[in-house]
């Protein structure tokens, strides 16, 4: 191992630059050279390369988003070209295998959530000596106790709760405020109890507006005049269709088709006549330095993912398993989600302290 | 001079605690009896008073949001009431005239924006001993150089272009930004300015997207794949109709109707192709702590609208000029706005820093 | 159980009243009446009690310290009173023990550090049905994996880390932040990894100057002209006395003793010449509002208390083991420090980041 | 003018490096090339300089500190030199001038503090195409209202302020904070009232430490048992010597010596008993992010500075009148200090709301 490569995938997320300044780091202290990827797995494919060194990893650690940018799409077994109107999915991961061959890598990092995590252990079956570092705002991988930007992400919600509670006080209103999490509630589910919400509302545990409303009226029995309510974007109802639309948050779409919390808030407002406001956080939960803990947990795996590659652990994924940094499968690290489970402590907790979960 | 009352009115914002909190210590200084009004001047037509002593203003000057309460309606000249299904408006003042008179009320500090603050002044030509202290987010009052909240809202608006652009650089995107300003581009333009935007769309400078669009190409030009949008809430094309609609910001009818942004954001995208995402900061502009700045300004207004009814300043309202705080009349600080004059200094030394309004 | 009673002991930290909010609002659950007992063990000795109920409970989450006060003296088993010019200790444990019948408790929940629950747990001997919350900002109670206040305090050390990085770098200094931690290095080692210190002092890897001077100078090799030493107060030299001198933070006596990152920025300045500049950050690390991190914490470990009571697990504390909370005897709980074991992972990870322990 | 170059001169302070990112767009808009100094007008005597550009002052807004470097010392008229063991001081302006010239150099900016700014009029003396922008964190320069760096060290007081009063609160003490401001206490001011200061304590009152205690008193006996004093770094006993030594904060010297609020603690706490302790904010309020109302202003200057050097008006300072940025002559903006006028208004107001100045 000489020569090693890093990639930035999927969406943004804070502690990205903390992983790759660890990686150049560590491979310093090896003696290793550091190429890094520009734009994800697109970048292996054309061949936008930029060297890494201890003066370009300065800096970093406290810097949100990735200097590598990073791209959702663009996966290298289904790359999409343009054919006159029509889009056409080719394989290029031959292409990439012999790209990485011609640059002399000998050693990939694959930071990214389970899609590009998925595409770097599918590279691994093609031979490829790749490592992954989970990355996933929602924590909503299985195979790690948690990510970085989690912690970030939760740090934002719970801001913007505290600015919405100052409001609902002083109008006594009922504010929504919808967070990140389509298919898993976690950022809602800490975010809610960290930030002394009334109410959580995430996919895991359908709602029903009328228990909604049930909380807010005990809170108005006992003389409170507001309520704070914190909506995961995947929230449904109860018997409601579970095919979540993959609306991108602020996007027109979006817009136009309107997210559950307005539908959520619509009803509350019509039922109850109390004021009630939508506040959608989207991409501030995304942006801004990583928390201290984000900080630590990303330059952590960024020390493991260089130390696996040297010592030959390719196709697996860097973790947290209880407070050690381990290695598992990418095989088995890919393609299952985790959720909340409806009767976990956490939300057994959260009832104790008085939060409805609308069921 | 022995009994004076405190109320809060309009939109909430971070100082209106301040301000009374400065209002109870220095009418305590001067051995007056202070009592909060309860949810604006609706409080002052049903009698929802509540002592303040200096043991309940401890704690306010760092806490958002008013303890007193607040309301956006309810103006005693014109009070709605239901008779049936119909609303009927019927001048409750006398009785608002007469409850204060009873309650031996010598002196009414009303703080509010222009509707309140106008009420005040209504007030004032019927005989009552009130002074006024301005309250607008948007600093929109003519007559005052600045007030509080103002500082507040643009920090909080500034925090989320910091997020926003980490996410905006790893991406490639165009992400906007709408901030408040339904009429006043004072936020977007402070905001925009310190937070780096690329371009800042404000009311007063009608925008068009063909020089919206060529501002960012000339970024792109320049290697450049990102590009920042700052848009206040009433920003209008060029020939645009001007009827602003009352659109509540988080409201079912915002997500139905769309806002300016979507709308710049949709053309950006179609004719650029450049992935363009939209966030509405909307409520949590208004909530949360105070900066330092506007602990300052607040607490120094609270003085003075004490002092204004010691020595008999009746319907004048507490403004800062200059450095200083004075008192002006409420005839001449009502009813006019102070919009960014779009030949000013500031917007031409944003040109120098290369930023464009569209125009 | 009926009646539950709540104090805090030792010195403040973020979260305390994040507990105490949970206690009330889960006993309101069980329909139990809870007193709070203020300035820790002394008000049960002399009767300060003051109801605690939702209302009171209201807006505590965020808020740093305690309101129930806290103290870090006073136990009642070595009660010190004056007797003319001398401290005599008496046992006034009997005392409490009627005190607490007479006022009809049935249960103490005792939230503080090693200290308070040794005390607690003396009082379980004693037959007292007492449960405790382990709070201790340095992180060294063995018996939780974590124990909240120590996010928010390293998250203060990082914001401190992040402004000193400007001065070191803009002025080519070596900049020394003095962080908490007598006996155990905690902070220092997480606040150090997370704000990119160059070198971390901890108590349990005895330093040289030498060493420390190495790291600079390897820097200054590589084009750095600043560096950032972490310091934990309790750090020593090799074959250093390990007595460590019972200071108290920010008193005449630190100041004209001089802590150890005096010494350690003298010897720097004197054997390289370069400008040398120690902060001490004390008290600031114990104030402020808590972390999301730690308000959740806090909020489980108070639901869990009250449940301990009910369950009649007495003599037994909270604790958070894996992602759950569960409870511990307190016999084994006190008594114990967890210090930063020298080989451990974290230290060896800190390394491969290029990051020197002076040894 | 085809050509110019800036510097940063004095101790560091949020908003330089906004300042040179406002230069080089503005520059940038009128086809200058700009030229960095390195480490203030020790780089103008050795030629350490450095290109700038867009790419260079990218990201620049919101970093603290100056990426040009900046020295305390190093008076080109008066430069130090070193023969054996002793300093002689010789006259580099001549050098400097025929550098500039050497560099086709046409006009330079000068980034600094009373120091830099006289140093930026002598070499106007000769003949230098100079322009200058204030820059104290003290805000003590009297040519301008006010400057960047100040909000912004405001801000780390008032935070570190908010976190005291949990931890005063708590314990039942006395806290005292003690802030930059040698001869001029607007930090001091500024922060203690946005802070909720009980006590503050600024070089332009000299105080007696009775007069504090009395404030301290006066609260115990309203049942409020905790105080925070804000002590401006140069405050002064009454009668007490004004010779103002140089201690630099977090030196050795400053360690043994002690500070005035090490000595005001010392004295309240022997003659009330109550615990107290003292906190040095020292560094921290140099560093960081600026606030936005810094970053503004900081462009505002760095727009002006190139427009003062177009335009032709050299040896003038850029500076803020009203709500304007106007420009001033270096010979009468140099050489006098804005000090707190000890009966001016925010003095008065500041009384109102029941602060003491210890007189």
């Known amino acids: ?65 990735t200097i590598l940018g990073t791209t959702n799409r663009d996966n290298p077994f289904r790359y999409a070209v343009k054919e006159g109107d029509e889009l056409r999915y080719i394989d290029m991961s031959g292409q990439v295998m012999a790209n990485l061959k011609h640059w002399e890598i000998d050693g990939l990092i694959v930071i990214g959530g389970d899609g590009s995590l998925s595409i770097a252990r599918d590279f691994h079956r093609l031979g490829l000596p790749v490592v992954g570092v989970p990355k996933t705002i929602d924590n909503d991988l299985s195979a790690t106790d948690v990510t970085f930007g989690f912690d970030s992400a939760v740090t934002t919600a719970v801001e913007a709760l505290d600015k919405l509670h100052t409001t609902a006080e002083s109008h006594h209103r009922v504010m929504l405020l919808e967070v990140m999490g389509r298919y898993a509630g976690w950022i809602a ?75 959520i808030a619509a009803e509350i407002e019509e039922q109850t006549g109390l004021e ?30 260089v130390k696996m590659l040297i010592s030959g652990e390719f196709g697996r994924m860097a973790a947290l398993h209880g407070g050690d940094i381990v290695s598992v499968p990418l095989e088995e690290a890919t393609g299952k989600l985790k959720t909340v489970p409806p009767d976990c402590r956490l939300v057994a907790e959260a009832r104790c302290l008085d939060i409805s979960f609308g069921d």
Do not use: W
Request: glycine content about 16%; some cysteine.
């Open 1 to 65: 191992m000489k020569h090693i490569a890093v990639l930035t995938g999927g969406g943004d997320c804070p502690g990205l630059n903390a992983v790759i300044r660890a990686v150049v780091r560590t491979a310093s202290g090896y003696g290793l050279k550091v190429t890094g990827v520009r734009d994800g797995f697109k970048g292996l494919i054309h061949g936008h390369l930029t060297p890494l060194d201890l003066a370009s990893a300065s800096g970093l650690l406290h810097r949100g988003g």
């Open 189 to 263: 589910l800490h975010a809610g109890i960290a930030g002394g919400a009334d109410v959580i509302v995430i996919p895991e545990i359908p709602y029903t507006t009328a228990k909604i409303i049930e909380a807010i009226n005990r809170r108005l029995a006992s003389g409170k005049r507001f309520s704070i309510i914190v909506v995961a974007e995947g929230a449904k109802p109860v018997g409601g269709d579970y095919t979540v639309q993959r609306i991108v948050p602020g996007s027109h779409e979006q817009l136009r088709l309107g997210g559950v919390s307005h539908r």
């Open 276 to 305: 009630t406001r939508v506040t959608i956080l989207g991409h501030l939960q995304r942006g801004g330095s990583p928390t201290p803990r984000d900080r630590l947990l990303a330059s952590r795996f960024g020390v493991h993912a």
